[in-house]
């Protein structure tokens, strides 16, 4: 019988562990789900001809309604010029609109149009089956459980 201590199982989730396996890593799981998910989100957006920015974009301002690019940009987790450029083809595509905001002239506003509101019907249509698939066998109280424990996770973490 060996006198060498045995980590805790706990330790297995540190990468810094002489314990550490990548499958007791809860990131090593969030970024194999995000990589699957945004790989099935494009699929189904491209039916539609959208993206995920133009998605994360348009779904944020169906939610949020009037928003500043720079709002956007923390929404849809993409850079301020990353953002400025999509806003800038999806004005010209009919999707939004942009004014300056009436107090602060340095600040753009961005707002939802008529047929950006298509848009999101047409996203809703063409991922409903990834969404439904992607839940199956998870009740309400599970989806809940789940963004908390997220949302905590989140406000550990630094901001950028």
Avoid at 1 to 7: F, I, L, Q, R, V
Avoid at 35 to 53: C, F, Q, T, W
Avoid at 78 to 105: H, N, Y
Avoid at 120 to 126: G, K, L, P, Q, T
Wanted: hydrophobic share 40%; proline share 4%.
């Amino acid at each position: 019988m060996s006198n060498t201590p045995k980590s805790p199982r706990s330790q297995r989730f540190n990468p810094a562990s002489d314990d550490f396996h990548k499958e007791d890593f809860p990131f090593y799981w969030l970024n194999q789900v995000h990589g699957r998910y945004s790989a099935a989100v494009e699929r189904a957006l491209k039916k539609v001809n959208l993206d995920i920015p133009r998605w994360r974009i348009l779904l944020t301002l169906k939610e949020e309604g009037i928003c500043s690019v720079s709002e956007i940009a923390v929404h849809a987790i993409a850079k301020l010029p990353t953002v400025t450029k999509i806003i800038q083809r999806m004005k010209q595509d009919g999707l939004v609109d942009t004014r300056v905001r009436s107090d602060d002239g340095r600040v753009t506003e961005v707002m939802i149009t008529d047929k950006g509101l298509e848009a999101v019907e047409d996203i809703r249509f063409a991922t409903k089956d990834l969404f439904k698939q992607s839940f199956k066998g998870l009740t309400a109280a599970k989806i809940q459980r789940l963004n908390k424990l997220l949302e905590e996770l989140f406000h550990n973490l630094p901001e950028h």
